[in-house]
């Protein structure tokens, strides 16, 4: 047996509350990608966590989906970075504001 | 018998149908004979009915026969119900035999109009209604007839769609109509909660039951469409309007038939009017003042039909009484000769109007006895009925009828003046209008303007049917002559038993009476308004009550016109404006003001969404935590 499920979900938290952090606070699109994973591997962990503590395997398999899900997020937003980068648009979310109302 | 009175019943009805339906398949002419045939069929198969009936012992003479169920609501079931006895018998032979006559004269009268079928299909349903309504055997049926004849009306009326003067005559014939309609509800669904049914023999047996104030009201509401459609003061306005129709119009709806719907209903529910001998008493109280007040405006008028107009409500007056102070078969037999001579008289004054191209005004007109001799010797025939002089029908109808008043008491002395002064009045008006139109020397007008009826096909069908009417007018009357031969009213007694009956006597002095002051009444005529032109005092105040029509009108103008307009347009000033477009605009105005400050929380960055969405997430969690604990 490992350390107990409260090590894990303590550590998520961080994890999580870093990524979140990063996503406001950062403007460099990619690293807010970056931040996007940490936070959904924050809840993978969590999930992982809790699937271990109470012996059931539906967390581990949950966990897999988010991973897939996160795999074709990376895939748009990258594409998007891409594209932003090829039309010479700043690379700043805070510039990125054509949608105010 | 059962069935030649339904073939009497929706022969019309299948002609307007087929005419509608049939559009441009049927030419103008071929619409004209189908109506006219339809209305004689009519009036055959009512003959036919009449010989089955008369066949038969007179207590038994009393049918019904229902078609279908036309509605059911709970227990109240309302088939489609014929009643056929003598008094239906009677108002069908008099509606379809004058009707026949003068649909048939509409086929010359209308020959080149732009829309004969619409006319004749009009025409048609209109025979249709008035044979639903004094066929029907239930108050309901009764009341849908009565619409339907208002409905005709107003189409008729304003059959000249392109003059304002006609749709204007047309919506306030509808509307006075409906007024007396909307009584006539209200004393039904009296009936009905009182009695459970509307069939005329349930109603008659269950009517002594009920009693109180609830009889008079239902009295007075049945009262209140008589009075309606029989143009009767109070609602009597509409009538000399209703003269913008073509002239059979007039004739047909505003003469003969429709308007004495009111005297019809008044004699067919006599066992209802019995039970409150004050609201029969009204009744002919209403009937004595409109035949003055009718006789002494038509006085005055100065358009043909307008003229006979006047006198129709006044001689509806006399039936009013009669019908009031329970004189039913004399009423009746009146009803029959007045739709004789004032359906004559209003299709010779369509000859005259045609003669002249169109031109209704008195004044224009002068002179026409020469150059119209036949028109002049009918109209003549017509006018003398009128007058109640012998031997013409009016005479045989009208004076048994002002002589049994005396039967009545105090209140019917009263009457019976009244009566005879109307007698006077009938003859000075209806001599008025013989010597202006065809007396003396013709007009400048009629000189300039008169065109002689050929002998082509439309003239002749006006001739005939004219010719006809004219016998009738003439010798109509000889069917009963009180006390001596009485065929009408013995045929109406099971239905409607005269409650008063004058000596002999008596009807030998108010014949002679009435008999002088008719011929008074021409005799002044004479002496006004032909050679002598006698100078009258016509003081001016008198003469403008007069053209006034004695302020109804202009009473009623402002009584319900301006009130209500006026209540409207503060309507407009205060609800309208500030409360109904107000608050729209406000609304509207409100709207766009909160949507650019929502609009305001649109800043565009990502970050403050990604915080507005953990923000709430973090919010929705505190609270479900805070409801757990």
Request: hydrophobic letters at 55%; one cysteine or more; proline letters at 4%.
């Given at each position: 047996m490992g350390p107990d499920v409260s090590w894990y979900i303590v550590t998520s938290a961080f994890l999580f509350a870093t990524g979140a952090l990063g996503v406001l606070l950062r403007r460099n699109p990619l690293i807010v990608l970056l931040s996007l994973e940490i936070m959904l591997n924050a809840a993978n962990l969590a999930l992982i966590g809790f699937a271990r503590h109470l012996g059931d395997t539906a967390g581990q398999v949950f966990a897999l989906a988010v991973m897939a899900v996160a795999a074709s997020e990376v895939v748009v937003g990258l594409g998007l970075i891409v594209a932003l980068n090829r039309n010479r648009l700043p690379l700043d979310v805070d510039r990125l504001s054509t949608l105010r109302g | 018998m059962i069935a030649a009175s339904w073939i009497t019943l929706l022969a019309p009805l299948g002609a307007a149908a087929l005419i509608t339906l049939g559009g441009t398949w049927i030419t103008r002419r071929q619409a004209g004979y189908l109506a006219t045939l339809s209305v004689l069929v009519s009036f055959v198969t009512a003959l036919i009915a009449f010989f089955e009936l008369l066949n038969e012992h007179p207590e038994e003479r009393s049918h019904t026969s229902t078609l279908w169920t036309w509605l059911t609501a709970g227990d109240l079931q309302v088939g489609l119900r014929i009643l056929v006895d003598p008094l239906s018998i009677f108002m069908m032979l008099v509606v379809s035999g004058v009707g026949f006559l003068i649909v048939a004269y509409s086929i010359g009268y209308m020959d080149g109009e732009d829309e004969e079928r619409r006319f004749f299909a009009y025409m048609s349903l209109f025979v249709f209604s008035m044979l639903l309504l004094v066929q029907s055997g239930d108050l309901l049926i009764l009341l849908a007839g009565w619409g339907l004849v208002g409905l005709c009306s107003y189409l008729l009326i304003g059959y000249y769609q392109e003059r304002p003067e006609a749709i204007a005559a047309a919506k306030k014939a509808f509307i006075m109509n409906a007024f007396g309609d909307a009584t006539m509800v209200l004393a039904l669904f009296l009936v009905l909660q009182r009695l459970g049914t509307l069939e005329y023999g349930g109603v008659f047996a269950g009517i002594d039951g009920i009693g109180g104030w609830a009889i008079t009201l239902i009295s007075l509401g049945l009262l209140g469409g008589a009075v309606a459609k029989s143009a009767q003061i109070p609602l009597q306005t509409w009538l000399p309007d209703a003269m913008e129709g073509p002239t059979p119009v007039s004739a047909l709806?505003?003469?003969?038939?429709m308007v004495t719907a009111g005297v019809y209903m008044l004699v067919r529910l006599n066992p209802i009017f019995e039970q409150t001998p004050g609201i029969q008493k009204l009744a002919a109280g209403l009937g004595a003042l409109t035949l003055l007040v009718a006789g002494l405006i038509a006085l005055v008028q100065v358009d043909i039909k307008r003229v006979i107009a006047y006198s129709t409500m006044s001689q509806i007056g006399y039936m009013f009484v009669g019908a009031g102070m329970t004189a039913y078969p004399n009423a009746m037999f009146h009803l029959m000769t007045h739709a004789f001579f004032k359906a004559l008289l209003f299709l010779g004054a369509g000859i005259v109007i045609h003669a002249l191209l169109n031109e209704q005004d008195m004044r224009k007109m002068g002179g026409l006895g020469r150059t119209l001799p036949r028109t002049y010797a009918v109209m003549l025939v017509g006018a003398l009925a009128l007058a109640g002089i012998?031997?013409?029908s009016g005479f045989f109808s009208k004076d048994p009828l002002i002589a049994s008043l005396l039967d009545a008491g105090g209140y019917g002395v009263l009457l019976w003046l009244a009566c005879l002064v109307g007698t006077f009045l009938t003859g000075l008006y209806a001599f008025r209008l013989i010597f202006i139109v065809f007396g003396g020397e013709p007009s400048p007008y009629a000189r300039e303007h008169l065109h002689r009826p050929g002998t082509t096909m439309p003239a002749l069908w006006m001739a005939w049917t004219v010719g006809a009417l004219a016998v009738l007018a003439a010798?109509?009357?000889?069917?009963?002559?009180?006390p001596f031969w009485t065929p009408i009213t013995d045929f109406l007694e099971p239905v409607a038993a005269p409650g008063i009956e004058p000596s002999g006597m008596q009807e030998l002095w108010t014949s002679i009476l009435a008999v002088a002051l008719g011929l008074a009444g021409i005799l002044l005529a004479w002496a006004v308004f032909?050679?002598?032109r006698v100078e009258v005092p016509r003081p001016a105040a008198i003469q403008r009550l007069l053209e006034e029509k004695f302020y109804f009108d202009t009473a009623y103008d402002y009584a319900f016109y301006r009130p209500a307009s006026w209540i409207a347009a503060a309507a407009i000033r205060f609800?309208?404006?500030?409360i109904i477009s107000g608050s729209i605009r406000e609304l509207s105005e409100g709207t766009r003001l909160l949507a650019t400050r929502v609009s305001g929380l649109e800043t565009g960055l990502l970050r403050t969404y990604a915080l507005a969405l953990g923000g709430g997430a973090a919010l929705l969690a505190l609270v479900f935590l805070a409801v757990r604990a």
């Amino acid at each position: 047996m490992g350390p107990d499920v409260s090590w894990y979900i303590v550590t998520s938290a961080f994890l999580f509350a870093t990524g979140a952090l990063g996503v406001l606070l950062r403007r460099n699109p990619l690293i807010v990608l970056l931040s996007l994973e940490i936070m959904l591997n924050a809840a993978n962990l969590a999930l992982i966590g809790f699937a271990r503590h109470l012996g059931d395997t539906a967390g581990q398999v949950f966990a897999l989906a988010v991973m897939a899900v996160a795999a074709s997020e990376v895939v748009v937003g990258l594409g998007l970075i891409v594209a932003l980068n090829r039309n010479r648009l700043p690379l700043d979310v805070d510039r990125l504001s054509t949608l105010r109302g | 018998m059962i069935a030649a009175s339904w073939i009497t019943l929706l022969a019309p009805l299948g002609a307007a149908a087929l005419i509608t339906l049939g559009g441009t398949w049927i030419t103008r002419r071929q619409a004209g004979y189908l109506a006219t045939l339809s209305v004689l069929v009519s009036f055959v198969t009512a003959l036919i009915a009449f010989f089955e009936l008369l066949n038969e012992h007179p207590e038994e003479r009393s049918h019904t026969s229902t078609l279908w169920t036309w509605l059911t609501a709970g227990d109240l079931q309302v088939g489609l119900r014929i009643l056929v006895d003598p008094l239906s018998i009677f108002m069908m032979l008099v509606v379809s035999g004058v009707g026949f006559l003068i649909v048939a004269y509409s086929i010359g009268y209308m020959d080149g109009e732009d829309e004969e079928r619409r006319f004749f299909a009009y025409m048609s349903l209109f025979v249709f209604s008035m044979l639903l309504l004094v066929q029907s055997g239930d108050l309901l049926i009764l009341l849908a007839g009565w619409g339907l004849v208002g409905l005709c009306s107003y189409l008729l009326i304003g059959y000249y769609q392109e003059r304002p003067e006609a749709i204007a005559a047309a919506k306030k014939a509808f509307i006075m109509n409906a007024f007396g309609d909307a009584t006539m509800v209200l004393a039904l669904f009296l009936v009905l909660q009182r009695l459970g049914t509307l069939e005329y023999g349930g109603v008659f047996a269950g009517i002594d039951g009920i009693g109180g104030w609830a009889i008079t009201l239902i009295s007075l509401g049945l009262l209140g469409g008589a009075v309606a459609k029989s143009a009767q003061i109070p609602l009597q306005t509409w009538l000399p309007d209703a003269m913008e129709g073509p002239t059979p119009v007039s004739a047909l709806i505003h003469a003969a038939t429709m308007v004495t719907a009111g005297v019809y209903m008044l004699v067919r529910l006599n066992p209802i009017f019995e039970q409150t001998p004050g609201i029969q008493k009204l009744a002919a109280g209403l009937g004595a003042l409109t035949l003055l007040v009718a006789g002494l405006i038509a006085l005055v008028q100065v358009d043909i039909k307008r003229v006979i107009a006047y006198s129709t409500m006044s001689q509806i007056g006399y039936m009013f009484v009669g019908a009031g102070m329970t004189a039913y078969p004399n009423a009746m037999f009146h009803l029959m000769t007045h739709a004789f001579f004032k359906a004559l008289l209003f299709l010779g004054a369509g000859i005259v109007i045609h003669a002249l191209l169109n031109e209704q005004d008195m004044r224009k007109m002068g002179g026409l006895g020469r150059t119209l001799p036949r028109t002049y010797a009918v109209m003549l025939v017509g006018a003398l009925a009128l007058a109640g002089i012998p031997p013409l029908s009016g005479f045989f109808s009208k004076d048994p009828l002002i002589a049994s008043l005396l039967d009545a008491g105090g209140y019917g002395v009263l009457l019976w003046l009244a009566c005879l002064v109307g007698t006077f009045l009938t003859g000075l008006y209806a001599f008025r209008l013989i010597f202006i139109v065809f007396g003396g020397e013709p007009s400048p007008y009629a000189r300039e303007h008169l065109h002689r009826p050929g002998t082509t096909m439309p003239a002749l069908w006006m001739a005939w049917t004219v010719g006809a009417l004219a016998v009738l007018a003439a010798f109509g009357g000889w069917i009963q002559f009180s006390p001596f031969w009485t065929p009408i009213t013995d045929f109406l007694e099971p239905v409607a038993a005269p409650g008063i009956e004058p000596s002999g006597m008596q009807e030998l002095w108010t014949s002679i009476l009435a008999v002088a002051l008719g011929l008074a009444g021409i005799l002044l005529a004479w002496a006004v308004f032909s050679a002598r032109r006698v100078e009258v005092p016509r003081p001016a105040a008198i003469q403008r009550l007069l053209e006034e029509k004695f302020y109804f009108d202009t009473a009623y103008d402002y009584a319900f016109y301006r009130p209500a307009s006026w209540i409207a347009a503060a309507a407009i000033r205060f609800v309208e404006g500030p409360i109904i477009s107000g608050s729209i605009r406000e609304l509207s105005e409100g709207t766009r003001l909160l949507a650019t400050r929502v609009s305001g929380l649109e800043t565009g960055l990502l970050r403050t969404y990604a915080l507005a969405l953990g923000g709430g997430a973090a919010l929705l969690a505190l609270v479900f935590l805070a409801v757990r604990a």
